[in-house]
C-alpha cells in the first residue's frame, strides 16, 4: 500500500510539474509573439510615416513648381492666386508626417535628411528670379528628397 501511495503521489507531482513548465513555455511563447507584433507595428508606422512625409513634399515641391512657372509665364492672378492657396494647403500638409517621423524614428541621420529636404522644398518659393532658378531649386529639392527616402530605406532595413 505505501508503494501505491509514493506512486501516486509521485505521479501527481509530476503532472502538476509538468503543467508548471509547459505553462510557464506558453508564457514566453505569447510573450515573444507581442514583442513581434509591437515590432511589426512600429516597422509599419514608421514606413508610413516616412512615405507620407516623402507623397507631401513631393506634392509641395510639384505646387510650388507651377506656382513659380505660373508667375514666369505671366498668368493671370486669379491662377497664380490658386495656386499660392494651393502650395499654402500642400505646405501644410507636410507638418503632420514630419512630425510623425519625428516620433516614431529617432535617428539623427534620418531626420537630417528629412529637415534637408523639407527646408529646400520650402525654399522653392525664393527662387521665382528665373525659370533657370526655379529649375534648379525644384531640382535640389528633388535630390534631397531621393537623399530623404535612401536615407530612411537603409533605417528601415537595419531595425526590421
Known amino acids: 500500500m505505501l508503494l501505491t501511495l509514493v506512486t501516486a503521489a509521485l505521479a501527481v507531482l509530476g503532472t ?3 503543467s508548471i513548465v509547459s505553462g510557464r513555455f506558453q508564457e514566453r511563447a505569447a510573450e515573444r509573439g507581442v514583442r513581434v507584433s509591437h515590432g511589426e ?5 514608421r514606413l508610413e510615416a516616412v512615405t507620407a512625409l516623402a507623397c507631401a513634399a513631393s506634392d509641395h515641391r510639384r505646387t ?12 493671370d492672378q486669379e491662377r497664380v492666386q490658386a495656386l ?17 517621423m519625428r516620433v516614431l524614428i529617432t535617428d539623427p541621420a534620418v531626420r537630417a535628411a528629412a529637415d ?14 528665373s525659370t533657370e532658378e526655379l529649375t534648379a531649386a525644384r531640382e ?20 526590421a
Open 41 to 45: 507595428t512600429i516597422r509599419r508606422d
Open 16 to 18: 502538476l510539474l509538468g
Open 116 to 129: 534637408h529636404m523639407v527646408t529646400l522644398t520650402y525654399a522653392i518659393r525664393d527662387h521665382f528670379g
Open 64 to 75: 510650388m513648381w507651377m506656382r513659380g512657372d505660373a508667375l514666369l509665364k505671366g498668368a
Open 84 to 100: 499660392r492657396s494651393e502650395s499654402h494647403l500642400t505646405r501644410s500638409q507636410v507638418t503632420r508626417p514630419l512630425v510623425a
Open 140 to 159: 535640389a529639392a528633388m535630390v534631397a528628397h531621393d537623399e530623404f527616402v535612401d536615407t530612411a530605406a537603409r533605417y528601415l532595413a537595419q531595425h
